[in-house]
């Protein structure tokens, strides 16, 4: 393949770093496990990896909350770290992406701390959205925005005088500032850490909230409140200023041949997604319409064309993903027990047969479920900001289940308590119980792993073909015919030699909820 291009058909590996091995017992995942469990990930077939944040942070969000940008967090473990298991990634032939997040600082960045301390109209503030209040004592918020994690998006500081003062605005949590866009230090900090990590040998991004970041001028009201991530008409996401910081972001990646990033945007209107991948902005965009989809042929259908509609006219081929670290989990998500395990290894051999790339979450390759966890053990800040009304996204972030057994289940070297509680029972699930086991989760992804990278079948677009009631049929161009059958009953195989099915054939038929390739 062509210097930098690699990535067009990957598949992606996503690592929650917390959660996939921990290699000192502390019950957090962390760098030097990551790196431990390489040569799974290699047998795996995965492509590249994507791994979430790891830098210094107070972790009032796991991460996401950066308080330097351009450090390991102790508990990950330490740059050396780092560059021992790029290095070892590389050896065994897997790319590895880290995540960016632009749209906000920590709390705790040198940044926001100059800014608590400086006065209002500071270039020190400058660097924030600092904002009078409303109101004739300035005791209302700015504007009626609210946050994502729930409550006002805007926090009233105290001023060092120990008066009442200025609003920031935080989209996230309060510990979690918005960064002002407009302001040149921001870019020229952001393009440091992007050299950063090129030069350790990162080979790309994932830019978190990539449809943030540019506030409109005025910072006016929204028409209804609306705390979710979709842009679509709110002020807080996908203001038209937005592009020209990724035309900024990919100046810089154009220095390095081989780098590449993906956008998270969570923007419904197909025209505006595809501003964000012209030739000098973005390489990828997930296109989260599939997974809003129900396991439904017409419902998946639909949204297949318009992933592929986004892309149309644009450098950029399609991008899959059935689950991360902030969406229910697909074996949850399309059912209850089997009939979930069974839904969602028939929607990872779709998307494995559609031309793009593919994103698989740490876990989806072993079948883990989301797993409801007890009130009090819930960190999300999402549970607390939404006043225990919401709880969260810690389901779908429990630690890896490497070896049968009890918890940790070898996640961690010792009977420690991990930092998500992982449930009993779950030896069946474990790595070490899947893999070379025909039939298992763990073998029909590496199985259809390597077929996708090895057989000419899976090149080319691909065209619609006539299905049987409540079941979608398409072709490549390269020869592969990939048949789903979303009924409760068996569907005859379309001519052809068998490459591989998500269950076994039923009297040479394709039984209910399962996928065929075929040649």
């Known amino acids: 393949m062509l210097a930098g291009t690699w990535w067009r058909d990957a598949v992606f590996y996503q690592v929650y770093v917390r959660s996939f091995a921990d290699s000192n017992g502390d019950g957090v995942g962390d760098l030097a496990g990551l790196k431990s469990r390489l040569p799974y990930l290699a047998d795996l077939g995965v492509d590249a990896l994507w791994l979430n944040p790891f830098y210094r942070s107070p972790m009032a969000d796991h991460g996401y909350d950066v308080a330097d940008p351009r450090d390991v967090d102790p508990v990950f473990g330490t740059l050396a770290d780092f560059d021992d298991m790029v290095a070892e990634a590389h050896r065994l032939g897997i790319k590895v992406t880290v995540d960016l997040v632009p749209n906000h600082s920590s709390d705790q960045h040198v940044w926001f701390q100059q800014a608590l301390k400086a006065a209002p109209g500071s270039p020190e503030r400058e660097r924030y959205i600092f904002r009078d209040g409303r109101g004739a004592d300035g005791s209302e918020a700015p504007n009626n925005w609210t946050s994502v994690f729930g409550g006002p998006a805007w926090h009233r500081v105290t001023e060092p005088d120990g008066t009442p003062g200025q609003w920031y605005l935080h989209l996230f949590a309060p510990e979690q500032p918005d960064l002002n866009w407009d302001n040149p230090e921001v870019m020229a900090d952001l393009e440091k850490t992007l050299r950063f990590w090129l030069d350790r040998g990162a ?56 780098a590449m990033a993906v956008g998270e945007i969570w923007v419904q209107d197909v025209e505006r997604l595809k501003l964000y991948l012209r030739a000098d902005e973005l390489h990828l965009a997930f296109n989260f319409v599939i997974v809003q ?5 017409d419902e998946l259908r639909k949204a297949i064309d318009d992933s592929l509609d986004t892309v149309s006219g644009t450098p950029a081929p399609p991008c899959w993903v059935w689950s991360n670290h902030d969406i229910v989990r697909s074996v949850s998500r399309f059912g209850e027990g089997l009939v979930g395990e069974r839904r969602a290894r028939a929607a990872a051999m779709l998307t494995f047969g559609l031309p793009g790339v593919v994103y698989v979450y740490y876990g989806d390759e072993i079948g883990m479920p989301n797993v409801e966890l007890p009130d ?3 960190q999300d800040p999402t549970w607390e900001r939404s006043g225990h009304s919401v709880r969260g996204r810690d389901a779908e972030r429990i630690p890896m289940p490497w070896t049968p057994g009890e918890p940790p289940y070898g996640f961690s070297p010792e009977a420690v308590d991990t930092w ?100």
Request: charged content about 25%; glycine content about 10%; hydrophobic content about 40%.
């Open 376 to 378: 009090e053990v819930l």
């Open 203 to 258: 080979d790309g991004f994932r830019i978190d909230v990539a449809h943030g970041l540019a506030k409109p001028p005025g910072l006016p009201d929204m028409e209804a409140e609306k705390d979710t991530l979709a842009g679509d008409g709110h002020p807080r996401f996908d203001y038209d200023g937005v592009h020209e910081i990724h035309r900024r972001i990919r100046k810089v990646l154009d220095e390095y041949p081989d």
């Open 420 to 519: 998500l509680p992982q449930p009993a029972g779950w030896s069946p699930l474990a790595v070490e119980s899947q893999v070379g086991v025909p039939g298992s989760t763990h073998s029909l992804y590496q199985e259809a792993i390597a077929i996708r990278k090895s057989n000419e079948a899976f090149s080319g677009e691909m065209t619609w073909l006539d299905a049987p009631e409540g079941c979608l049929a398409f072709k490549r161009d390269g020869g592969l015919t990939c048949l789903v059958n979303f009924t409760n009953h068996p569907v005859a195989l379309p001519a052809g030699e068998v490459l591989l099915t998500s269950v076994p054939l039923v009297d040479g038929k394709l039984p209910g909820d399962a996928t065929a390739w075929l040649v």
């Open 293 to 297: 989809s129900r396991w439904r042929s």
